[in-house]
Each structure stands twice: as structure tokens, then as C-alpha cells.
């Protein structure tokens, strides 16, 4: 178990370095790609409330 977290955490630490970028690079990406991802779903579904619950359309603005 040692080895495996070791090769983990070596990986986390050099492979975005190899590829041109720093750890706390990558790792600030992939946590605005989760943040960003949860926002977009959100915004899905309350679209997908909008246009089932309230039949609201939001290709036609001026209907409301």
C-alpha cells in the first residue's frame, strides 16, 4: 500500500511538471474543472425546471 501512494503521489508531483506546468497548476485546474462542471450542472437542471415545471421557454424571451 505504501508503494502504490508513493507512485501517486510522485506522479501527481512530477507528470504535470514533465508536461509544462507546476503540481499546484495542475492540480488548481482540475479543481476549477469540478467546480466549473458542478455550476454547469446546475444550471441544466434549472433549466430543465424552468422549461418542464413552469413551461417556461428561453428561446422566446418576449413571452413573458
Known amino acids: 500500500m505504501k508503494k502504490t501512494t508513493f507512485a501517486l503521489l510522485v506522479g ?35 433549466s430543465t425546471i424552468d422549461r418542464h415545471i413552469f413551461n417556461l421557454d428561453e428561446t422566446n424571451p418576449d413571452r413573458y
Do not use: M, R
Not at 12 to 40: E, M, N, R
Open 12 to 46: 501527481v508531483l512530477l507528470l504535470p511538471a514533465i508536461f509544462g506546468c507546476s503540481a499546484i497548476d495542475a492540480l488548481w485546474d482540475h479543481t476549477k474543472w469540478h467546480l466549473h462542471g458542478a455550476y454547469q450542472d446546475l444550471v441544466n437542471i434549472e
